[in-house]
């Protein structure tokens, strides 16, 4: 839903009654479906709410994987794709705990940040890992994205062979699955602000029995880790500029592809 009577933006300070939202500033309500359901001073209806017309607009929304999401199109267009279903995630999964949330606002378009998907020589010299690491899928088909790194992380009982898998659904959704040390799922979720700014929603789950073995304290190690590198990723997408072509050698990433997948989800 967007504005109300008149001019009210009801997803502040609303209350929900019912199956209905009721607006703070003169307490109309709203159903579903952007129909006003109940003015609780009006003698006479206004002619739409009388003949029972959506006087709102409406969102599509999904909620799975333990989040709500929302469809966003600028010209109101019906999804297109669904939302991929995380077996983590899934509230009745026992084996796996809670989510541990967290949010970021970054100065940038949101493809910056869905290029570092791309970008594995980038965690050498931005985050400091031992090594780059290898980049042994990176794959597009249709609004599905998907990339497999192998790592090496030096741990005091020696080097670690791990993996970092990725799949985007979409520009806004993505997975993000470590595994090594301590298998880490992420729900990685990107909003659009504005052209230049963007709302990052970071969901993490772990194994139920590391959080509760003494694995914990490394388990809440790679979440911080994780966030650390967000900080340090966000310093450079803070002051970044865009190209359209820039200057590339053959040890970086596959950014012409990323951007030729990613071209269809944007619009003029």
């Known amino acids: 839903m967007t504005n109300c009577h008149p001019s009210t933006h009801v997803a502040k300070g ?18 579903g479906e952007g129909k006003c359901t109940h003015i609780p001073y009006a003698k006479n209806m ?12 409406t969102w599509h929304v999904r909620e799975i994987n333990q989040c709500i999401l929302v469809w966003y199109h600028p010209h109101g267009e ?11 995630a899934n509230s009745e999964n026992s084996d796996w705990g809670e989510l541990d949330s967290h949010s970021w606002e970054i100065n940038t378009h949101m493809q910056e940040v869905g290029e570092n998907a791309v970008d594995s020589v980038h965690f050498l010299y931005v985050h400091g890992t031992k090594d780059i690491p290898d980049a042994e899928v990176m794959e ?38 470590f595994s090594g040390i301590v298998d880490t799922v992420l729900l990685a979720h990107l909003t659009p602000v504005t052209a230049t700014h963007t709302r990052a929603f970071y969901a993490f789950i772990q194994k139920a029995s590391d959080a509760e ?56």
């Open 14 to 31: 609303s209350a929900v009654v019912g199956e209905s939202i009721v607006c703070p500033f003169h307490g109309w309500a709203y159903d």
């Open 46 to 57: 206004p002619p739409k709410v009388a003949r029972e017309e959506q006087v709102l607009g």
């Open 78 to 88: 019906a999804p297109t794709y669904e939302p991929l279903e995380i077996a983590e």
């Open 140 to 177: 597009f088909e249709g609004h599905t994205r998907r990339g497999l790194l192998r790592t090496r992380n030096p741990t005091p009982q020696g080097i670690i062979e791990g993996s970092i898998e990725n799949q985007n659904i979409g520009p806004g959704l993505a997975v993000v699955r």
């Open 213 to 268: 073995s003494g694995k914990s304290r490394i388990a809440e190690a790679i979440v911080r880790n994780i966030c650390q590198q967000m900080e340090e990723d966000r310093i450079i997408w803070d002051r970044k500029k865009y190209y359209e072509k820039p200057m590339l050698c053959d040890g970086d990433g596959p950014f012409a592809k990323f951007r030729k997948w990613y071209k269809q989800f944007l619009i003029e």
